[in-house]
């Protein structure tokens, strides 16, 4: 069972960037898919970028597309996501998922076993 801790978000303006983390521990990181999530106030939480078990593979929500990255370090057990010319409408709490069951992360929310507390990205205008 693989637990995983956010860290990275934060405060700031619109064209910034910022780089997430996301650390595992307590599974062999390198078999699962992994994925972030964002959800803003008031609304549902939405696929942002998908990432396979080996790194190759990766998938990404079109609001993003262009602007963000996803990938891995599996000797490190850590995923990322680098976040650039970030937009008012990034604003989030960012979660990062994972799941054994597939080799390419899939996008859909009720697909991930595991799941991180989150961490806070606000871009300001």
């Known amino acids: 069972q693989v637990q995983l801790v956010e860290s990275g978000g934060g405060l700031v303006q619109a064209g910034d960037s910022l780089r997430l983390s996301c650390a595992a521990s307590g599974g062999t990181f390198s078999t699962y898919a992994m994925a972030w999530f964002r959800q803003a106030p008031g609304k549902e939480r939405e696929f942002v970028a998908a990432?396979?078990?080996?790194?190759?593979?990766?998938r990404y929500a079109d609001s993003v597309k262009g602007r963000f990255t996803i990938s891995r370090n599996n000797a490190k057990n850590t995923l990322y996501l680098q976040m650039d010319s970030l937009k008012p409408e990034d604003t989030a709490v960012y979660y990062c998922a994972a799941d054994a069951r597939y080799a390419m992360g899939p996008s859909r929310a009720n697909d991930y076993g595991y799941w991180g507390q989150g961490t806070q990205v606000t871009v300001s205008s």
């Open positions: 990432i396979s078990w080996s790194g190759v593979g990766t």
